[in-house]
């Protein structure tokens, strides 16, 4: 088991501090970051309050009974409703365990604790977890050459990361044409040949050496771009990166070529969220119509397949209009992309995504908006609500009554 997810510790307890500090690289938490605050359940609400949730709390107090509810429930108010809490507290007390438990805590430590109790103890909280939790995966399939699929999914990756604060895979499976090194201004060390050609054999731990880091949350394993790379992606080697790469972030982007093999035809069919790209063009409708045609029954309601039209106004008198393409389809459009070659060419010149290049753009705009909609859940980046998280819930009926000593 390899547990990938932020956690924060607050805790005024040198002891607890260097029991974390021990597990840092245990192979649980191998891909884990890890925040130590010294400080106490206030402390925790005061920081979280300003910042997002990590997705495991472990928090240490020395309150007891109705003050100890009070503070953990002003702590639920600030936090996410996904966050996971370990409580480490002072009262060696079953009845006290089964209410906190029974309110939403995960689990409950008595102090002191050592290494062996709090690993088994984040472990036993997210479901003892067999093997690591798969990311979602995003397929990017141009329709035509020249449609911008690449660059969409590109910055469409980096929007994600912002919006959700996780971690995003890019994986540029254009072997001889990639553009990810161009879009990313990276010069690859390794790329994804060198990835096909070891994957089989290498642990899940090591396969991060084939991905290099852009900025926070994003990393990406280029394309060769090269003619004479050698070695080719078959269904085989997809059926083996896809299976082995799911688990490397939260979000993984496939950039698919705009080729027909049955690779790709495994992997639209295989991804969580497909995204077909297309200029809004006649072409582009006959080759979506064939493409939704063809996936029929291969994708069902929980693996949607989206549809953008990108650089819309570049060709104003054959552009085909957002209704034509969904009567053709019975498909509407997720989003449509302005024709803006001057912001997306700046971005390209300067080796920078359109949101740092052209953040106020209208296409910027667009792609946030794909952002959200293949994300699949609620923004939790800057600027996002947060909500009380399931901590002092009870699954249906009244509260529990409260238990514990003291005041």
């Given at each position: 088991?390899?547990?990938?997810?932020?956690?924060?510790?607050?805790?005024?307890?040198?002891?607890?501090?260097?029991?974390?500090?021990?597990?840092?690289?245990?192979?649980?938490?191998?891909?884990?970051?890890?925040?130590?605050?010294?400080?106490?359940?206030?402390?925790?609400?005061?920081?979280?309050?300003?910042?997002?949730?990590?997705?495991?709390?472990?928090?240490?107090?020395?309150?007891?009974?109705?003050?100890?509810?009070?503070?953990?429930?002003?702590?639920?108010?600030?936090?996410?409703?996904?966050?996971?809490?370990?409580?480490?507290?002072?009262?060696?007390d079953i009845d006290l365990y089964r209410t906190?438990?029974?309110?939403?805590?995960?689990?409950?430590?008595?102090?002191?604790?050592?290494?062996?109790?709090?690993?088994?103890?984040?472990?036993?909280?997210?479901?003892?977890?067999?093997t690591e939790v798969d990311g979602r995966v995003?397929?990017?399939?141009?329709?035509?050459?020249?449609?911008?699929?690449?660059?969409?999914?590109?910055?469409?990756?980096?929007?994600?990361?912002?919006?959700?604060?996780?971690?995003?895979?890019?994986?540029?499976?254009?072997?001889?044409?990639?553009?990810?090194?161009?879009?990313?201004?990276?010069?690859?060390?390794?790329?994804?040949?060198?990835?096909?050609?070891?994957?089989?054999?290498?642990?899940?731990?090591?396969?991060?050496?084939?991905?290099?880091?852009?900025?926070?949350?994003?990393?990406?394993?280029?394309?060769?771009?090269?003619?004479?790379?050698?070695?080719?992606?078959?269904?085989?080697?997809?059926?083996?990166?896809?299976?082995?790469?799911?688990?490397?972030?939260?979000?993984?982007?496939?950039?698919?070529?705009?080729?027909?093999?049955?690779?790709?035809?495994?992997?639209?069919?295989?991804?969580?969220?497909?995204?077909?790209?297309?200029?809004?063009?006649?072409?582009?409708?006959?080759?979506?119509?064939?493409?939704?045609?063809?996936?029929?029954?291969?994708?069902?309601?929980?693996?949607?397949?989206?549809?953008?039209?990108?650089?819309?106004?570049?060709?104003?008198?054959?552009?085909?209009?957002?209704?034509?393409?969904?009567?053709?389809?019975?498909?509407?459009?997720?989003?449509?992309?302005?024709?803006?070659?001057?912001?997306?060419?700046?971005?390209?010149?300067?080796?920078?995504?359109?949101?740092?290049?052209?953040?106020?753009?209208?296409?910027?705009?667009?792609?946030?908006?794909?952002?959200?909609?293949?994300?699949?859940?609620?923004?939790?980046?800057?600027?996002?609500?947060?909500?009380?998280?399931?901590?002092?819930?009870?699954?249906?009926?009244?509260?529990?009554?409260?238990?514990?000593?003291?005041?």
């Open positions: 088991m390899i547990l990938r997810t932020s956690i924060g510790v607050f805790t005024k307890n040198q002891a607890t501090i260097d029991v974390v500090e021990t597990l840092r690289e245990d192979r649980l938490l191998f891909r884990c970051t890890i925040d130590v605050h010294q400080t106490d359940v206030n402390g925790a609400r005061g920081m979280l309050a300003e910042r997002r949730t990590p997705g495991l709390l472990i928090v240490e107090t020395q309150s007891q009974g109705e003050q100890m509810f009070a503070e953990l429930e002003a702590l639920a108010e600030v936090c996410d409703p996904n966050t996971r809490l370990v409580l480490i507290g002072s009262q060696n906190l438990i029974q309110y939403g805590v995960g689990d409950y430590l008595v102090a002191p604790v050592d290494a062996e109790k709090l690993k088994t103890s984040i472990s036993n909280v997210f479901g003892n977890i067999e995003i397929g990017f399939y141009g329709l035509t050459g020249g449609s911008g699929s690449s660059v969409i999914a590109h910055n469409t990756a980096k929007a994600i990361a912002d919006l959700y604060e996780e971690r995003v895979a890019v994986i540029d499976l254009d072997v001889p044409f990639g553009t990810a090194a161009l879009n990313f201004n990276m010069q690859p060390r390794q790329t994804v040949v060198d990835a096909i050609g070891q994957v089989s054999s290498s642990p899940n731990e090591l396969l991060d050496v084939y991905f290099m880091p852009f900025e926070d949350n994003v990393i990406v394993m280029p394309s060769p771009a090269s003619l004479t790379a050698g070695v080719q992606i078959n269904a085989e080697t997809f059926d083996l990166l896809f299976r082995r790469l799911r688990p490397v972030a939260e979000f993984v982007i496939l950039d698919l070529p705009s080729i027909w093999s049955a690779w790709v035809s495994d992997a639209v069919a295989a991804v969580d969220e497909l995204v077909i790209v297309t200029k809004p063009d006649l072409t582009g409708l006959r080759n979506a119509k064939s493409l939704v045609e063809y996936l029929g029954s291969k994708r069902g309601s929980d693996a949607p397949t989206r549809l953008v039209l990108n650089q819309v106004g570049g060709a104003k008198r054959s552009d085909l209009s957002d209704r034509e393409f969904k009567d053709a389809l019975a498909l509407t459009p997720s989003v449509s992309i302005p024709y803006d070659p001057e912001s997306f060419g700046r971005a390209l010149n300067n080796g920078e995504m359109l949101a740092k290049a052209a953040g106020k753009s209208k296409a910027n705009d667009a792609i946030r908006e794909l952002a959200k909609i293949v994300g699949g859940r609620e923004a939790t980046g800057a600027g996002s609500a947060k909500k009380g998280f399931s901590l002092f819930k009870k699954k249906g009926g009244d509260a529990p009554k409260k238990k514990g000593k003291g005041k």
